[in-house]
Structure formats: structure tokens, C-alpha cells
């Protein structure tokens, strides 16, 4: 059901950017992509949600492609904190449900 | 603003036994959402409320698992018989409002600590 496809694991160096990608080709245009992650025995958090434009928050930017296909949430500046799955997720049309598939395990190393 | 509550946080039990967990959303969140969470796979959506009615329940095994949401407010979730595969987090979330037609309102959802279940 996951709409989306996503690395399952990235390492990154502490204080610098994490760039993680997400494939979403399928996406339909009145759908939002939403970004969450899950720090070990956490339920998830959301992190941040676009539709076209580039959204930046407190806490990551998220680029969306211009064809919407892809995007890349990236954590500017990583701490071992950051350390977590990060899920990609398509906002199904008309009922606010989430598909999450297996997410991207983002290791900070010192 | 309280975050949504869980509990037990930890629960285990042996196969054919019953069990229930409970959830106590955010504050004026009109929709609520139960999640299994097998490990190492994503959440995946059991149930949605909205108030205190069912809007999508195509997931839930109905043949063991229930949940209700009487006064839209809190909810339980009971598997009854439990089983071995059964074992999992249950991720209870909620969020202000569905989308509306156009699906242009989105909400987010907010996620308690979940219920981890073990079942031998």
C-alpha cells in the first residue's frame, strides 16, 4: 500500500546536513507529502508536510521536485538526536490516512 | 497542550488470553486512529474515528480485534483471542479533522508512546 520508496539506511556525520530522499512517483496532485520519524520505543513525530512549494520549519526544509515525483527532507544540522527512522508518507485523498512503509534509518555518527 | 496518552506501556500475555489497551487523544481532536506497528515495518492503520463514529476499519481482523470510541473522546482497542503474531506496538494517534472534500485541510497527526504487546 506505501506509495512511497525511501533508502532504508543513510549514515551522517555529526553537525552536518542529512539529506534524506523519497520517490513518490505516483503521487496525485491534490496529495500532500508528510515527513515523520521514529526515535527508538517513540511513537512517531512529524517533522514537516508540502504540496508543491518548499516548506522550511524549526526542526528541516523539504524540497519537492517540480514534478512532485521526488523529494529530500534535509536536517541542516544532524545531532546524535537525529539518530532515527525517518518515514516519507503520501496523504491519501479525502481521509487523512497514512500509508507508512519501511522509512529510512538515518545512524548520526560523532 | 497534553499529548495523547497511552496505557499500559508495556503488556504480556499468553496466546487465547484477552487484552485492552486505551487511548485519550489531544484535546479537541475530533479523529482518532489506532496503528499496529510490527517490528522493523511501518505503522499501519487498524482503525479511524471521527468522533465517535468509524470511518475506515478495512484493516482491522475483525474476528479478534475491536475498538470503540463511545463518547468520542477516549477509546479502547481489546484483541480477544490474542495470538502470537499479534505481537507488536499499538500506536494510538489523533488528529483536529479529516480532510475535507478537495483534500485540501490536511491535519496532522500526532502519535502517543505506544503499547508495546508481547504475546508467548
Known amino acids: 500500500d506505501a506509495k512511497t520508496t525511501q533508502p532504508p539506511s543513510m549514515d551522517c556525520a555529526e553537525g552536518r546536513a542529512a539529506n534524506l530522499p523519497c520517490n513518490h512517483s505516483?503521487?496525485?496532485?491534490?496529495?500532500?507529502v508528510y515527513w515523520y520519524r521514529q526515535i527508538h520505543s517513540q511513537g512517531p513525530q512529524y517533522i514537516i508536510h508540502?504540496?508543491?512549494n518548499n516548506e522550511t520549519n524549526e526542526m528541516a526544509s523539504l524540497i519537492i521536485t517540480e514534478d512532485r515525483k521526488s523529494s529530500t527532507l534535509i536536517l541542516p544540522h544532524a545531532t546524535l538526536r537525529d539518530t532515527a527512522v525517518y518515514y516519507c508518507?503520501?496523504?491519501?485523498?479525502?481521509?487523512?490516512?497514512?500509508?507508512f512503509g519501511s522509512g529510512t534509518k538515518l545512524n548520526v555518527k560523532p | 497542550e497534553a499529548g495523547v496518552a497511552q496505557s499500559p506501556r508495556y503488556k504480556i500475555i499468553e496466546k487465547r488470553q484477552s487484552v485492552a489497551f486505551w487511548c485519550n487523544p489531544i484535546?479537541?481532536?475530533?479523529?482518532l486512529y489506532w496503528y499496529q506497528q510490527i517490528l522493523g515495518q511501518g505503522p499501519k492503520l487498524l482503525i479511524q474515528?471521527?468522533?465517535?463514529?468509524?470511518?475506515?476499519d478495512s484493516q482491522l481482523p475483525k474476528d479478534r480485534f475491536s475498538a470503540e470510541r463511545l463518547k468520542g473522546v477516549d477509546s479502547t482497542l481489546k484483541i480477544q483471542p490474542a495470538k502470537l503474531e499479534d505481537s507488536a506496538v499499538y500506536l494510538c494517534?489523533?488528529?483536529?479533522?479529516?480532510?475535507?472534500?478537495?483534500?485540501?485541510?490536511?491535519?496532522?497527526?500526532?502519535f502517543g508512546p505506544g503499547t508495546r504487546l508481547l504475546v508467548l
Open positions: 494517534a489523533s488528529s483536529r479533522n479529516t480532510g475535507t472534500s478537495g483534500g485540501r485541510y490536511q491535519e496532522t497527526q500526532y
Open positions: 505516483t503521487i496525485s496532485g491534490n496529495e500532500y
Open positions: 508540502g504540496l508543491k
Open positions: 508518507i503520501v496523504r491519501v485523498y479525502n481521509f487523512n490516512k497514512f500509508y
Open positions: 484535546s479537541g481532536h475530533a479523529t
Open positions: 474515528f471521527q468522533n465517535n463514529g468509524v470511518v475506515d
